[in-house]
């Protein structure tokens, strides 16, 4: 299969976790009316979605590596669709919270298996490219994602939005059952030992360089995720933007990513991933600290708009370069050093998160703060980051 054609299945699956996350954000005010909770509570429901996409990683990672990638990405696509389903039903906002979980653990099983699939078909700077195309379709479902929320809430109202995410779920397993897994094994070419399930992330954990792009990629993770979880408070309230505006907003946030991804394809002829990521990080830091002056100063939409565009754009050329250099270290264990990728990337973003749900109050200040500072902690990790990917790489070449 081609990898233009590869990145397009695997991207349109990876979609389902930002399809879940922004096509809800217009519906935060009409969730929280009638659930009678805040537009801040709502906010909890990226935080929990982002948790569940953790844990999903962590259970789906070893079973993808055992039994193989169909299994484990079939079953995350009935356990998203059903979670949806759940949605459409609630009569809570607990309920809404519990079956967020489940929809999250689907998404999860996904996520984990794509990138494997993805390092099962190439390596080195040809697997940097793959990543990049993927990340570059995945981008193009949070681009009209708030706009189909914002249109579905006008049709029908919020339960339908989440409606509209099963289908979805439902079409990409047809999609991938006529196309990818035609011909895909349904079993991987051996049968892995149980133990390995747990073992393998042993591996994983104690190696220091790869931890530390995995930290890496966290700290600018949840920067994407505080504006995340904050947006429709910062856009909707603070800034008093009508619905259709917020995802007009929420667009060019990803039409962002998708111009850095672009760019960072072109790169990869000229630069190796490990210093084209630490120039993104450097960006991504001085946007947060951008945003620090303007709100400091009294921030108005003309001025806090660039900064945020900057540091969430970022992350669009940061993706596939951390997803490359990572995963070149797990040949092996793909899966499960996916999964750890994932798990460490999700739940510090959901904590962080979650976190500053509780912090803000109705302050700019405080998310633009958070922001900053871990923008600035992954500055601190990646300014040697190049070298310590070639020392390590060395390293094992000569063992």
């Keep these: 299969m081609t990898h233009p054609r590869l990145a397009l299945l695997l991207g349109a699956t990876i979609a389902i976790s930002p399809l879940a996350l922004d096509a809800s954000l217009p519906a935060f005010p009409a969730i929280a009316h009638t659930l009678g909770v805040s537009v801040q509570d709502v906010g909890l429901t990226v935080s929990i979605f982002l948790l569940g ?22 079953g995350g696509l009935a356990l998203f669709a059903g979670g949806s389903l759940a949605i459409v039903g609630a009569e809570s906002f607990a309920a809404l919270l519990s079956w967020r979980i489940l929809q999250a653990l689907g998404a999860g099983f996904c996520l984990v298996s794509a990138p494997a699939i993805a390092r099962d078909h190439s390596s080195g700077p040809e697997a940097a490219r ?24 006008e049709l029908t109202s919020w339960p339908g939005i989440f409606a509209l995410m099963a289908a979805y779920a439902v079409g990409i397993k047809v999609m991938l059952r006529q196309t990818l897994f035609r011909s895909y094994p349904v079993r991987p070419d051996r049968t892995k030992p149980l133990h390995t399930l747990v073992t393998d992330y042993r591996v994983v954990l104690r190696h220091g360089t790869a931890m530390r792009l995995l930290y890496i990629l966290a700290l600018v993770f949840s920067v994407n995720m505080l504006f995340l979880t904050h947006a429709s408070f910062v856009f909707q309230e603070w800034f ?4 259709a505006q917020f995802s007009v907003i929420m667009a060019a946030a990803v039409g962002s990513m998708a111009g850095f991804n ?37 921030p108005s939409l003309e001025l806090f708009l660039p900064g945020v565009l900057l540091a969430v754009g970022t992350f669009g050329a940061g993706l596939p370069n951390i997803f490359t250099l990572f995963l070149e270290f797990f040949r092996e264990i793909a899966a499960t050093a996916s999964a750890m990728l994932g798990a460490l990337k999700f739940s510090a973003a959901g904590i962080i998160s979650a976190f500053s749900s509780v912090l803000v109050g109705g302050d700019l200040w405080t998310v633009v703060l958070m922001m900053a500072v871990c ?25």
């Design 130 to 153: 793959l990543f990049s195309l993927i990340a570059l379709v995945t981008f193009l479902v949070p681009a009209v994602a708030p706009l189909l929320g914002t249109l579905t809430l």
């Design 262 to 298: 672009l760019f960072n394809s072109w790169l990869l002829r000229h630069y190796g991933p490990a210093a084209i990521l630490r120039a993104t990080v450097v960006l991504q830091a001085l946007a947060t600290f951008y945003l620090l002056a303007v709100t400091l100063a009294g």
């Design 375 to 399: 923008s600035f902690a992954a500055l601190v990790l990646v300014w040697d980051a190049p070298g310590a990917v070639a020392r390590t790489h060395e390293a094992e070449m000569a063992a």
């Design 240 to 243: 008093r933007l009508s619905p």
């Design 53 to 74: 996409l953790a844990l999903g990683h962590l259970i789906g990672g070893p079973l993808s590596d055992r039994y193989g990638r169909p299994s484990v990405m079939f």
